[in-house]
């Protein structure tokens, strides 16, 4: 994963997609509804190990809204669905930004995981893999502008998983 996002990173310039980045929010709404809707009406596996992924799944699913959930507790007034970071923000490096860069969004793909094996959906982890993949490269157009915005950012970098806490 991380070769591939890096590569694509490299090789163009992300794109703005407007002043505060409205395009990468309308790529991610379209992604989501991709994500779910594949879980309700795509096809299913069966078998005995569908109960197993659906507890798993379930799992999954609640801890990516938990971390979701501690990222905009966090983030208060500063929370924004646009990855220009807003005007007179401060850089939080503490709470769960000191376990990941961006919570939401790793969030974001570990309950398109869990839904994906609770409702028994190769499509939806399909759409779960390109959701990641979309993620990493947000983060990356909105890394860029919290480096320009926030002198510590690069040190936080380093020190800080991208997505996935304790993985990636």
């Given at each position: 994963?991380?070769?591939?996002?890096?590569?694509?990173?490299?090789?163009?310039?992300?794109?703005?997609?407007?002043?505060?980045?409205?395009?990468?929010?309308?790529?991610?709404?379209?992604?989501?509804?991709?994500?779910?809707?594949?879980?309700?009406?795509?096809?299913?596996?069966?078998?005995?190990?569908?109960?197993?992924?659906?507890?798993?799944?379930?799992?999954?699913?609640?801890?990516?809204?938990?971390?979701?959930?501690?990222?905009?507790?966090?983030?208060?007034?500063?929370?924004?669905?646009?990855p220009m970071p807003v005007t007179g923000g401060r850089l939080i490096a503490d709470g769960v930004f000191g376990l990941v860069r961006h919570p939401m969004y790793g969030g974001a793909v570990i309950a398109a995981v869990g839904w994906g094996l609770a409702t028994a959906s190769p499509t939806t982890l399909a759409g779960a893999l390109v959701l990641l993949v979309f993620f990493d490269l947000k983060s990356r157009r909105e890394e860029a502008w919290l480096g320009e915005r926030f002198a510590g950012y690069a040190a936080y970098r380093q020190e800080t998983r991208r997505l996935i806490p304790w993985l990636y």
């Amino acid at each position: 994963m991380r070769t591939v996002a890096a590569t694509l990173a490299k090789r163009i310039r992300l794109p703005d997609l407007g002043p505060r980045g409205e395009g990468w929010v309308v790529l991610q709404l379209l992604l989501f509804a991709v994500v779910i809707g594949s879980g309700v009406v795509g096809p299913r596996w069966g078998g005995a190990d569908r109960m197993a992924a659906a507890i798993a799944g379930s799992g999954l699913v609640a801890a990516g809204v938990v971390l979701v959930a501690a990222g905009i507790l966090a983030l208060r007034r500063q929370l924004t669905a646009y990855p220009m970071p807003v005007t007179g923000g401060r850089l939080i490096a503490d709470g769960v930004f000191g376990l990941v860069r961006h919570p939401m969004y790793g969030g974001a793909v570990i309950a398109a995981v869990g839904w994906g094996l609770a409702t028994a959906s190769p499509t939806t982890l399909a759409g779960a893999l390109v959701l990641l993949v979309f993620f990493d490269l947000k983060s990356r157009r909105e890394e860029a502008w919290l480096g320009e915005r926030f002198a510590g950012y690069a040190a936080y970098r380093q020190e800080t998983r991208r997505l996935i806490p304790w993985l990636y």
